[in-house]
């Protein structure tokens, strides 16, 4: 009874705070910021805010600036007040720049991402959640040209099965995801291993020529239509519409303590209304003490450890970006509303 008492009050406290929370800034945040190259939306909003996630809140959108939505190196960004309250926004610049012949250069106009790209392109590319159905009644790799059995970029494998599409891509069985608590099956994990197209048929025999691969292609791999998805970098920090609480079921890379820009995968998703860009609050679990009095054993209550940003959706799980860990986390640590 008494280490429910303790579990309840902590959650109360917890929720409380939640409820009570709203933007707050910075002692130290700058009047106006100019945005550089290799900023992300995460670091502009830490910059201004204590909780980066309360961003479009406070972001006001200047219809006399152009492309007021996104935001680019070179951009200005000022605080302002608007009827009395603080608010973000990008001003045009006014400043008179003397021009004299000579060659100039100039970066490709790209919006600045709402977290480092290159810590998640592998997920948002390639690696996938499917049903272990889809996965089984894909075509599988035979072999490689002149019986070879371990194959890559640059070389032709036979697979037997129906054709996906004229461009297909090589995934093998990963992990298998279940619900830590309920034991419910969340999603198959399918690795990608390389990219090819569909060279010719011979009834159900298919020739594909490969022209990537981060991996050797081996016998028994899976062919899945290529669908080539695009790193998105229009999603911003955001709190979850409605409660959520989950816990954290994998790791990428199989490493035992998680830290800053970690992949992790969550047992919650579309479904319990998750989206990408929301961010969580992930609690590490409380020590179990022995109580000098009862001798009973007492779970202490759980305390906040880290943020992550969930960048990637399925109906039944997540995965996400570890933006920040003030300790080594783990997998089953809780992850809730920030």
Known sequence: MRKLLYALAATALLFTSWAHAEPEFRADHPERYTVV????????????????????????VNPQVANPHLIYPGDRLALVYIDGKPRITKVATSDVVKLSPQVRSEAIDTPIPAIPLDAIASFLTDTRIVSPEELNGAPYVLEGEDSRIITGAG?????????????????????????????????????SIARGTVAAEDGDVLTVNLNKSSEEVRIGDRLLVNEDR???????????????????????GGVNQIGQYNVVAI?????????????????????????????????????RAGLLMVFQTYEKMSYGLILKATRPLAVGDKVVNP
Request: glycine share 10%; aromatic share 10%.
């Open 37 to 60: 190259k290799g900023d992300t939306l995460w670091d502009i909003s830490g910059r201004f805010l204590n909780n980066p996630w309360y961003w479009p809140e406070i972001w006001h």
């Open 155 to 191: 070389d032709k494998i036979y697979a037997r099965g129906e054709k996906p599409a004229d461009r297909v891509g090589v995934f093998r069985r990963s992990k298998e995801f279940r619900d830590p608590e309920t034991g419910e099956f969340l999603g198959l994990e399918a690795r």
């Open 230 to 252: 695009r790193l998105t970098t229009n999603f911003v920090p955001s709190a979850p519409d409605q409660d959520i609480e989950g816990v954290m079921i994998s790791v990428d």
């Open 267 to 303: 047992n919650r998703g579309e479904r319990e209304g998750l989206k990408p860009g929301n961010v969580m609050a992930i609690l590490k679990s409380g020590n179990l003490v022995r109580d000098p009095v009862t001798n009973e054993t007492i779970e202490l209550p759980s305390e």
